[in-house]
T-cell receptor
Framework: ETGVTQTPRHLVMGMTNKKSLKCEQH?????MYWYKQSAKKPLELMFV???????ENNSVPSRFSPECPNSSHLFLHLHTLQPEDSALYLC????????????FGPGTRLTVT | QKEVEQNSGPLSVPEGAIASLNCTYS??????FFWYRQYSGKSPELIMF????GDKEDGRFTAQLNKASQYVSLLIRDSQPSDSATYLC??????????FGIGTKLQVIP
């Protein structure tokens, strides 16, 4: 266990559904991240939050909506997804967002049908 | 576009041998470098980080950094079947952004 938890671990949703992914870190870190990992592709950074303020949005489609109510919690709200959005979604945290080592949660395996 | 390049493999080594994993990066101003191990179906786990030129050793793992050549490597001595995983190189560039390579799949053959 790295001190970063994610729920749910697996999610199957239809293209018209709305669902949310949750991440919580118990490391006292100030920065949190969402990544997408697809087969045979590098980790894709989606969003960065530092002290609960969004500092980066990597041209992510609006059907993904992040929320960071405090430095320990991060959500990813999903709506009207496409089958190509099926992937492993990873949350990570670090002390700050300036390039510190990151610690990953176990991920949510998302399948869009 | 800042790039981090890795050979996706698979790299096969016999048990007990030294596995050498390599990574090159494009941003000469990059400041810190990380190696993550990812088992199949699991999330990446940090195993090493290095900031200065030279070698950094931790148990069976040695990270090597050569900023002049823009090259970072990970050596695994006495490779074990449990080391079989994908190894991700990550680079913190001059804009304080971390970019991951595609990862090298390592197979240690008993």
């Amino acid at each position: 266990e790295t001190g970063v938890t994610q729920t749910p671990r697996h999610l199957v949703m239809g293209m018209t559904n709305k669902k949310s992914l949750k991440c919580e870190q118990h490391l006292g870190h100030n920065a949190m991240y969402w990544y997408k990992q697809s087969a045979k592709k590098p980790l894709e950074l989606m969003f960065v939050y530092n002290f609960k303020e969004q500092t980066e949005n990597n041209s992510v489609p609006s059907r993904f909506s992040p929320e960071c109510p405090n430095s320990s919690h991060l959500f990813l709200h999903l709506h009207t997804l496409q089958p190509e959005d099926s992937a492993l979604y990873l949350c990570a945290s670090s002390q700050d967002s300036g390039g510190d080592e990151q610690y990953f949660g176990p991920g949510t395996r998302l399948t869009v049908t | 576009q800042k790039e981090v390049e890795q050979n996706s493999g698979p790299l096969s080594v016999p048990e007990g041998a030294i596995a050498s994993l390599n990574c090159t990066y494009s941003d000469r101003g990059s400041q810190s470098f990380f190696w993550y191990r990812q088992y199949s179906g699991k999330s990446p786990e940090l195993i090493m980080f290095i900031y200065s030129n030279g070698d950094k050793e931790d148990g069976r793992f040695t990270a090597q950094l050569n900023k002049a050549s823009q090259y970072v490597s990970l050596l695994i001595r006495d490779s074990q079947p449990s080391d079989s995983a994908t190894y991700l190189c990550a680079v913190n560039d001059s804009y304080q952004k971390v970019t991951f390579g595609i990862g090298t799949k390592l197979q240690v053959i008993p």
